[in-house]
Each structure stands twice: as C-alpha cells, then as structure tokens.
C-alpha cells in the first residue's frame, strides 16, 4: 500500500525572481511532501535576503532564510 505524502503549504518571497516551483528546493521537498504553493497562510516560508516581504510572516508560519553565500544583516553591523 502506498504511503499518502502529508501535505505542506509554502511560500517563497524575497528572491531573485525565481520561478518557486522549478528551483531545485522545491522539487526536493516535493519528493517527500505533496506541496501547494501559498501566500495567504503558509506552513512554511523559505526567504532570501532581497526584500523584506518575509517579515509579514512573523509568527505566523515557520521561516526559513536561503542564502547562496555568506551575508549579515546592515541591522548587526558591517560584514568585515
């Protein structure tokens, strides 16, 4: 018997105009859960460091920060 996948609300937001459902992160989560894409009220939201969008989520889902290189926030001083 085949095992049902659990179902998995996300949001992607302050990237670099990507397509969500063709990046590699998706697709791998997409192997375990059945994923939906939502804005309104995501399980999960994964963030990049491009905008500010994600703050709207702020205990309201579970953030994930994504980034592609080594960055700190100008909020905690420069990165040297």
């Excluded at 859960?33 to 579970?62: E, I, M, T, W």
Aim: net charge positive; glycine share 6%; hydrophobic share 40%.
């Amino acid at each position: 018997m085949a095992k049902m996948k659990k179902t998995l609300r996300v949001h992607f937001c302050d990237f670099w105009g990507m397509n969500p459902a063709e990046s590699p992160l998706y697709k791998m989560l997409n192997l375990k859960f059945n994923l939906s894409l939502d804005a309104r009220n995501p399980h999960v939201v994964f963030f990049s460091c491009f905008s500010g969008q994600n703050v709207r989520y702020n205990g309201r889902s579970k953030k994930v920060l994504f980034l592609g290189e080594h960055w700190i926030s100008p909020a905690y001083g420069a990165d040297t």
